[in-house]
């Protein structure tokens, strides 16, 4: 099962994305995480991405997919995979269905965590509060102003794929205002109508 998650920071992706893994045991591929891990490794786009972060640039479309390439290629994925983070851009989107068709492959479904964006902010400084109590370190990202920051970009950058994948058919929109409980039952409910058009 190849399956994206989309939605604004905050929305619950990542706490998703962890179930999913546990109950399919596929890969969960965060873009952020990849990078750093190829720069780590020092792989040859590992490098190229070092030589660009470190000039402060942005990453470009060409070296992130080039990472998602590598990273679906090892033994792991080759059941399937969750990307959270990617694509971000419809040439991003355009690459990725290109790469899956060489290896007769193809995304299964791409869904959608909608949420409020007025009430993010709340959940976000409520989560800061939560990691403050409990002992642990705030997230940077969970900083207001950041988290702002990144939701403008989300809006201008990230959106886009939105109607890009409902135009395919692919996309499946989920209330991600819901409980944690209730969005999970919800994305079961479309993974399990996936395979019952198998």
Request: hydrophobic share 40%.
């Amino acid at each position: 099962m190849r399956l994206i998650l989309v939605g604004p920071p905050g929305a619950g992706k990542g706490t998703q994305a962890a179930r999913l893994v546990e109950k399919y045991g596929i890969p969960q591929l965060s873009t952020g995480d990849m990078l750093r891990a190829a720069v780590a490794a020092r792989t040859p786009i590992g490098l190229k991405a070092k030589e660009v972060m470190d000039a402060g640039g942005l990453v470009s479309d060409e070296i992130v997919v080039g990472i998602i390439r590598d990273r679906i290629g090892e033994d792991d994925a080759k059941t399937g995979f969750i990307l959270d983070g990617f694509p971000r851009t419809i040439a991003q989107a355009e690459a990725l269905e290109q790469m899956l068709q060489a290896g007769d492959q193809k995304i299964d479904a791409v869904i959608e965590l909608r949420v409020d964006q007025s009430r993010l902010v709340d959940r976000i400084v409520k989560r800061a509060e939560e990691a403050k109590n409990a002992g642990q370190p705030v997230r940077k990202d969970d900083d207001p102003e950041v988290f702002k920051q990144r939701l403008e970009a989300y809006n201008r950058d990230t959106a886009v794929v939105v109607p890009y994948y409902e135009k395919t058919g692919l996309l499946s929109v989920i209330d991600g205002m819901q409980s944690i409980d209730d969005v999970a039952a919800s994305i079961d409910s479309v993974l399990q109508g996936l395979d019952e058009k198998v």
